[in-house]
Each structure stands twice: as structure tokens, then as C-alpha cells.
């Protein structure tokens, strides 16, 4: 799907979708996933552990599923990618925002999205304007 597909099955605006200024990816938003997975009806399964070993970072292991599809995702969040001490939390919704974008076809590469709660964001976000859609 392109920008412009997303906006119009979900009802989304431009303000849902951003470059990330340092990497010049495509960025949508969480509020923009979490619109997706309640339009689908995405359902998680409860993860179960901590796979990570270090100390102060949690590496949660996503699966989630629609229809008849199944993916997973490690959602990670650490001292060096999560400002705040919400590591679990992040790490969820990092792991959420990867399955429900890969259910839905359009993670990451070339012509795919990332998620804002995944990408550092820094200084100021280029203008919605400036995003081609």
C-alpha cells in the first residue's frame, strides 16, 4: 500500500506520517498503528519473558495475528534507544507497530513504513508538508 491507499482506507491526515530527518525514512505514527489494529481487529498473543540477558534492557518477543496470518517481532528498548524509563512499555509497542505493519504488508525496506515509537527522533520533524502523499 502507498501513503495515500493508508490515508484513505483508515482515515488517516498527513499529520500521521513524517520523514525521519536523520535517515530520510518514512515514518507513520503509533496512533495511526493502533487505528490499524483495532480496523482489523489484531489480535496479540500475551508475551512471556524477557529474552534480553542485559541488565536494564527488555527484548519482548510479539506475535500477533488477523484472518488466517501470523507474525512476530522482537520489540526492544534499552538505556540507548528509550529516553524515558518506560522500557517495557516501549518495547511492547515497538514489537506491536512491527507485527501490525508486517501483517498488513507495507514494514520497513524501499517502499515500506517504520514507526515513530522504533526510530530516535531528534530536533524537529520535517514538516507534514514536505511528505509526499
Known amino acids: 500500500m502507498n501513503k495515500q491507499e493508508i490515508i484513505q482506507k ?3 491526515d498527513s499529520s500521521h506520517f513524517w520523514k525521519h530527518k536523520q535517515t530520510g525514512k518514512d515514518i507513520i505514527s ?3 498503528i493502533e487505528i490499524m489494529i483495532d480496523f482489523h481487529n489484531i489480535k496479540f498473543d500475551l508475551p512471556t519473558q524477557n529474552f534480553s540477558n542485559q541488565d536494564g534492557e527488555v527484548s519482548l518477543l510479539i506475535s500477533g495475528s488477523m484472518d ?3 507474525c512476530w517481532s522482537f520489540g526492544e528498548a534499552n538505556s540507548k534507544n528509550c529516553y524515558i524509563d518506560y522500557r517495557w512499555a516501549m518495547a511492547e509497542k515497538r514489537g506491536k507497530a512491527r507485527v501490525c505493519m508486517k501483517l498488513l504488508g507495507f514494514y520497513g525496506g524501499n517502499n515500506g513504513f517504520y514507526s515513530d515509537v522504533e526510530m530516535e527522533i531528534t530536533g524537529e520533524i520535517q514538516n507534514n508538508a514536505d511528505f509526499d502523499i
Open 68 to 70: 488466517d496470518r501470523t
Open 30 to 32: 503509533f496512533e495511526a
Open 10 to 12: 483508515y482515515q488517516l
